[in-house]
């Protein structure tokens, strides 16, 4: 029985009324506006206006991910494929009046299956919008094609509106929709239609090869978020919500493991990608001018966006969350990226090791050669110039003829360089850009500096990083940069003639008994100063006296610097005679005026107030010269004497005084070297550079202020977005497509001519022969230039180590490329289009490179990790990332039988919370490591191979970094060994030690060594486990704020059955060969090993005491014949003064002492001097050098 309410709402036919009976009352009056629509036609035809443009005018190469997205007219559909569809329809729960059915399209084209839903409101405006171009081309409306007039393959539209059609009839109104998209969807200009794209839910960046298969497409209204992360200025909050209401129309795509829009109203330019992280949220919220709003948080960015009902913001929101359960959850779930990586576990990638840079760079060569799509590069230094295969005269093994190659076949190049702060340190990025780019002309290679030093406040760190990524799919990485300096092989060579004889023969001892040494031309200087005599021994006092111009300068005055002159000239490995001539320079300078010193013709009439503020001192450790650098450039006699001349002639002194001096200075010259003659011109050239007198720097200041005063526009913010170097600054039309049209077009010609090279067979090219612990790069640009005498200067061999891998690991570092790529236009080229956004390859696409043909040896299938340190400044991120640390210390708390570590620095502490210099805890898991194994009684070794020496031309920085070496290994409460025997372990050297590496040749008869510069990033832990990356044993590497760095962990899947303290263990086929190379070489049995030495058990005693023996052997042979430094014999600077100029068998007697290096010497082990200086207290640079006084963070 009914109750009464629904007595009254059911009229007597039983059908529903009041209300319900208006609405159908409305139903009906709809249905019959439909069927009056209707009545003409149940069809309507789409003609095709043109049946010459059916066939497709590109090919699928258009579809490339360098291609497509930079056309001007974009494609979208792969060429010569059909569309095939299906639809089926369901209807609304609670249904529309007009439009009461869902429409399901499911498409396939090619690979490539998707599915949307729509109304048929939506099919109909598309088909209206497809009418008014039948209009444009032919003049008439599809209504007004006769029936008769229809052709066969014309699309027909039916008319019959949705309130018309029952559920018997939906099926055949599916069928009739389906037939007509079918052959909507052959002819192109439908095809193409911005309409029709909409309702497919396709864009240009569906289909692209390499990027995956696209979730979710649709057009949604956004807004940016709240925070902007801009260097350590890093979150700048909108803080008014009423300056967000804006949104913008914005076409988003939902790949496999990140969001990206794109602008369709800029050729669908693509945006940020927003790709999935571990901080990555979806949330559905109520924002403000946005009921149904979708938050998404990443850690670069945060975005707001707008749905116009419920149920299409539920839809999204499950398909993200769809996504990051499945195709992004490698890195959503926190489970599967270990020690707080970005990236997972990858398993079966294919991975090879190289131990120094030249197969390397030559495997670079061949990738770069066979790339195809895309090239990314990121390097501290780079070098276009390179030579990246060796020996050679073809200049089309130089790296940037390759570069420039590739982009003229169409292939993008992407290169990040770090922006470094040009009065500081000259890597002439600004010069690189310029060269590849081309001034601008050449479309195919960009390259950004980061970061912006004003803006960011980031002075003090640098983009460390060094890796070449091919295509998204082989990735080089490690410790290599592609610059000068860096190539070497396993000779470690010292000397490079090319095609001229070297001559080996020796010559007779040089080696003078009687000849002083530098503490006592140290005092001879000191004597001079307080008396006014000059070091030759021509007593300057009695013209003082007659003249009476200047008083005789009190030696209270005169500061006490000993230890820091002789660190100066000791360490840097100068010679007495350019200690003596350099200091009876200062001496002379020092000098009062109507004195007649050695070279006064040469210094301006004003110099002898300017110098006479030099102290007794070394310049570098002067207050009154904190940005001074020693620079010894080796100049020619010749250039000396013409400079010298030159000065001669602009001086208002008599001519008979003139004369005087000049003679004087021709006897001078007599009595010096030829070699010390070199280094005179560069102390020459330094003193004119600071001799400028007050007035001139107040009138240079007053002029810069008026013509600052004088601009129309004077922005203080402005001003701190430059550089201190003009020439070194980014302009907006280095970034934007600038030059005229001619020089775009003809881009594929170089701009820049280079001098033609004869390079006489050399190995390393101009400047390419560097010896850092002599002179630092100078004059880089005139790269086809020696910098060194090569008859006379030995080079500094380069250690160093690198990998390849392939596979999803390599597109793991990738995806860390374009995340810093994207930040970095975003920060400073935002609105410069010709910079575009990057987009990730999918992780589901085949890798089907020949790779075989790329490398000779055998590739490992091994498990990779990618790790990195990265901050706000360096990625944009919200949360420091420091994987690489945690990497370290949980492989070093794991390890088992033994660590190998090869550094170029090694800086921690033993405990973090106590050390307020230091944080990084690797020292700190060793000691654990060590003292777990010794409270076991089980053998347990490290091994650690540094350079002997941080690899700088100025002293204080070298002091600075071994300060801190020693700090961590063995001097000081943090210290590892004083750790180590504070817990109660009586001999440290049992478990860890600490290395060096050396080589010597004959150089035109004269024996010389040279420190091999370990530049190495390495760590491999029981012949199962590598790290090799970009990141060095210190906390500018290691904290992730810093420097920014990245890292591969690499995990043995290959493993056999060996030895390892005598007990039979698992290890791997990577680790187990890399670490034997290594270990060969150390030892010089890698190309002969005639006594069948086994370096398998590197945990036995008896292999550790061999290793250590050979050290020591190398090491007090290296000490006899040359008196090297640094030495664990040289404990104080006193004992420094002196020991350099002791006898020793490359002076006494070379032929004897060649005799020791050929048969003692083996391979390139020394030890590592731990008591060096060891009786000073510290040696840290004086706060009065501009090295003591920048932050300590500077050198930790």
Same mark, same amino acid.
């Given at each position: 029985m009914n109750t009464p309410s629904e007595d009254n709402r059911n009229n007597e036919n039983g059908r529903p009324g009041g209300l319900f009976d208006f609405i159908e009352q409305t139903n009906v009056i709809g249905n019959v506006i439909a069927a009056a629509a209707s009545?003409?036609?149940?069809?309507?035809?789409?003609?095709?206006?043109?049946?010459?443009? !059916?066939?497709?005018?590109?090919?699928?190469?258009?579809?490339?991910?360098?291609?497509?997205?930079?056309?001007?007219?974009?494609? +979208?559909?792969?060429?010569?494929?059909?569309? *095939?569809?299906?639809?089926?329809?369901?209807?609304?729960?609670?249904?529309?009046?007009?439009?009461?059915?869902?429409?399901?399209?499911?498409?396939? &084209?090619?690979?490539?299956?998707?599915?949307?839903?729509?109304?048929?409101?939506?099919?109909?405006?598309?088909? $209206?919008? @497809?009418?008014?171009l039948v209009k444009q081309d032919m003049g008439y409306s599809c209504s007004d094609i006769r029936k008769e007039d229809f052709k066969p393959e014309w699309p027909l539209f039916p008319n019959e509106h949705d309130n018309l059609i029952n559920s018997e009839m939906i099926g055949e109104r599916c069928k009739h929709l389906a037939e007509y998209l079918k052959r909507m969807l052959t002819y192109p200009p439908f095809r193409d239609h911005p309409s029709t794209l909409y309702l497919l839910g396709v864009s240009p960046l569906s289909?692209?090869?390499?990027?995956?298969?696209?979730?979710?497409?649709?057009?949604?209204?956004? $807004?940016?978020?709240?925070?902007v992360y801009y260097g350590h200025f890093s979150q700048l909050k909108l803080c008014c919500e009423q300056l967000k209401f804006r949104y913008t129309k914005r076409w988003f795509i939902l790949k496999d493991t990140y969001i990206v829009y794109t602008n369709t109203k800029l050729n669908n330019l693509t945006g940020f990608s927003m790709m999935v992280d571990r901080a990555f949220r979806c949330d559905m919220k109520i924002k403000a001018g946005a009921y149904h709003a979708i938050e998404i948080r990443n850690l670069q960015r945060n975005l707001i966006l707008k749905f116009k009902s419920s149920h299409q913001q539920k839809h999204w929101f499950d398909k993200i969350n769809k996504c990051l359960n499945t195709t992004a959850r490698c890195f959503h779930d926190v489970s599967l990226m270990p020690n707080g990586s970005y990236a997972p576990v990858r398993k079966k990638q294919l991975c090879k090791w190289y131990v120094n840079s030249a197969q390397y760079m030559e495997h670079v060569m061949n990738g770069l050669n066979n790339a195809k799509e895309e090239i990314f590069i990121t390097d501290w230094w780079f070098s276009p110039e390179l030579l990246l295969k060796r020996p050679t005269e073809d200049l089309q093994y130089r790296l940037d003829k390759i570069l420039l190659k590739k982009s003229r076949e169409g292939v993008k190049v992407y290169i990040m360089l770090f922006k470094e702060v040009s009065?500081?340190?000259?890597?002439?990025?600004?010069?690189?850009? /310029?060269?590849?780019?081309?001034?601008?002309?050449?479309?195919?290679?960009?390259?950004?500096? &980061?970061?912006?030093?004003?803006?960011?406040?980031?002075?003090?760190?640098?983009?460390?990083?060094?890796?070449?990524?091919?295509? /998204?799919?082989?990735? !080089?990485?490690?410790?290599?940069?592609?610059?000068?300096?860096?190539?070497? *092989?396993? @000779?470690?060579?010292?000397?490079?003639?090319? $095609?001229?004889?070297?001559?080996?023969?020796?010559?007779?001892?040089?080696?003078?008994?009687?000849?002083?040494?530098?503490?006592?031309?140290?005092?001879?200087?000191?004597?001079?100063?307080e008396r006014g005599v000059d070091v030759e021994g021509q007593d300057n006092g009695e013209n003082n006296e007659a003249k009476g111009d200047v008083a005789k300068p009190d030696s209270k005055n005169v500061p006490t610097s000993k230890p820091d002159s002789l660190i100066v000239a000791a360490l840097m490995g100068n010679s007495i005679a350019k200690f003596k001539a350099k200091n009876r320079l200062n001496s002379q300078l020092s000098a009062p005026n109507n004195a007649?010193?050695?070279?006064?013709?040469?210094?301006?009439?004003?110099?002898?107030?300017?110098?006479? $503020?030099?102290?007794?001192?070394?310049?570098?450790?002067?207050?009154? &010269?904190?940005?001074?650098?020693?620079?010894?450039?080796?100049?020619?006699?010749?250039?000396?004497?013409?400079?010298?001349?030159?000065?001669?002639?602009?001086?208002? +002194?008599?001519?008979?005084?003139?004369?005087? /001096?000049?003679?004087?200075?021709? @006897?001078?010259?007599?009595? !010096?070297?030829s070699k010390a003659s070199k280094y005179l011109q560069s102390d020459l050239n330094e003193i004119d550079e600071i001799e400028f007198s007050k007035k001139e720097k107040v009138k240079r200041k007053l002029s810069r202020l008026k013509k600052t005063m004088k601009r129309k526009s004077h922005n203080p913010l402005s001003r701190l977005r430059r550089q201190s170097s003009n020439s070194d600054s980014d302009s907006y039309s280095d970034y934007s497509d600038s030059g005229d049209e001619e020089a775009k077009r003809s881009f594929t010609e170089e701009i820049v001519e280079y001098p033609n090279i004869s390079n006489e067979g050399y190995y390393w090219i101009g400047k390419d022969y560097c010896n850092s612990y002599k002179a630092d790069f100078k004059d880089v640009a005139q790269f086809y230039q020696d910098q060194f005498d090569r008859n006379s200067t030995p080079r500094m061999p380069w250690r160093d180590e690198g990998l390849v891998v392939i596979g999803e690991a390599a597109r793991d570092l990738a995806r860390h490329f374009i995340q810093r790529w994207n930040q970095c236009k975003r920060e400073k080229v935002r609105h410069i289009y010709a910079y575009p956004f990057l987009l990730p390859k999918s992780y589901e696409e085949p890798f089907d490179y020949d790779y075989k043909s790329w490398f000779k040896d055998q590739l490992i299938n091994c498990q990779v990790q990618m790790t990195r340190s990265l901050d706000a400044w360096s990625g944009g991120l919200s949360q420091t990332e420091c994987s690489i640390l945690n990497s370290y210390c949980d492989l070093i708390n794991n390890a088992e039988?033994?660590?190998?570590?090869?550094?170029?620095?090694?800086?921690?502490?033993?405990?973090?919370?106590? *050390?307020?210099?230091?944080?990084?805890m690797v020292g700190n898991e060793l000691v654990k490591r060590i003292m777990r194994a010794f409270r076991?009684?089980?053998?347990?070794?490290?091994?650690?191979?540094l350079p002997l020496l941080p690899g700088f031309d100025n002293p204080n920085a070298i002091q600075a970094v071994q300060y801190y070496n020693l700090r961590s290994i063995v001097n000081g409460q943090f210290s590892i060994y004083q750790e180590l025997k504070n817990q109660g372990v009586p001999d440290p050297l049992e478990f860890i030690t600490f290395y060096g590496m050396r080589n010597w040749a004959v150089l035109m008869g004269k024996l010389v060594q040279e420190i091999i510069y370990v530049h190495s990033k390495l760590m491999i832990v029981d012949d199962k486990y590598v790290i090799c990356g970009s990141a060095n044993i210190n906390d500018r590497s290691l904290l992730g704020k810093r420097d920014s760095?990245?890292?591969?962990?690499?995990?043995?899947?290959?493993?056999?059955?060996?030895?390892?303290?005598?007990?039979?263990?698992?290890?791997?086929k990577y680790a187990n060969s890399l670490r034997k190379k290594i270990f060969k070489l150390h030892l010089g049995v890698y190309f002969n090993n005639p006594n069948k030495l086994d370096v398998q058990d590197c945990v036995s005693d008896e292999f550790y005491q061999h290793f250590r023996s050979v050290s020591a052997q190398n090491t007090k042979v290296y000490d006899e014949v040359f008196k090297c430094l640094p030495s664990d014999n040289i404990i104080n600077f006193e004992t420094l003064a002196t020991y350099v100029d002791q006898p020793c068998l490359s002076k006494t007697d070379p032929v004897k002492g060649k005799k020791e290096l050929d048969e003692k010497v083996k391979g390139f082990l020394v030890d590592f001097p731990l008591q060096f200086l060891c009786k000073e207290k510290s040696f840290f640079p004086d706060i009065r050098t501009p090295e003591g006084l920048v932050p300590i963070a500077m050198w930790t």
């Open positions: 009545q003409k036609n149940s069809f309507e035809p789409l003609p095709f206006s043109n049946q010459s443009l !059916f066939e497709e005018n590109y090919d699928e190469s258009c579809l490339n991910i360098n291609v497509n997205p930079f056309l001007d007219q974009k494609k +979208v559909f792969i060429p010569n494929v059909p569309i *095939d569809l299906s639809i089926t329809a369901e209807r609304k729960h609670g249904a529309h009046i007009f439009h009461p059915y869902n429409y399901t399209l499911c498409f396939t &084209h090619g690979p490539f299956k998707w599915e949307v839903v729509r109304t048929y409101k939506d099919i109909k405006e598309c088909h $209206r919008a @497809l009418g008014k289909f692209i090869r390499g990027i995956g298969l696209s979730h979710v497409e649709c057009l949604i209204p956004k $807004r940016t978020g709240d925070n009065f500081a340190i000259g890597l002439l990025s600004y010069r690189v850009k /310029q060269l590849l780019t081309q001034k601008g002309a050449n479309p195919n290679i960009k390259v950004l500096r &980061h970061p912006e030093h004003s803006p960011s406040g980031v002075f003090l760190w640098s983009h460390h990083e060094k890796m070449v990524i091919i295509d /998204q799919s082989v990735a !080089f990485m490690g410790g290599i940069d592609l610059c000068f300096g860096r190539w070497d *092989d396993d @000779l470690h060579r010292l000397i490079d003639l090319g $095609r001229r004889e070297n001559r080996t023969e020796l010559d007779p001892p040089s080696y003078q008994p009687n000849a002083p040494n530098l503490a006592q031309i140290v005092d001879q200087i000191k004597d001079s100063r007649s010193p050695v070279f006064q013709s040469d210094v301006p009439s004003n110099s002898a107030s300017l110098a006479s $503020r030099f102290s007794l001192k070394s310049k570098s450790f002067n207050a009154g &010269h904190k940005n001074e650098r020693i620079e010894m450039n080796p100049v020619s006699f010749n250039d000396v004497k013409l400079e010298t001349e030159e000065n001669m002639n602009k001086s208002n +002194v008599s001519s008979n005084s003139a004369n005087k /001096q000049l003679n004087a200075s021709n @006897l001078s010259r007599q009595k !010096f070297s039988h033994f660590i190998y570590i090869e550094n170029q620095f090694f800086v921690t502490t033993t405990d973090p919370s106590r *050390d307020n210099e230091v944080k990084n076991d009684r089980k053998k347990f070794r490290v091994y650690v191979v760095e990245v890292a591969a962990v690499i995990k043995d899947e290959e493993l056999f059955e060996s030895v390892l303290g005598g007990e039979k263990v698992m290890v791997g």
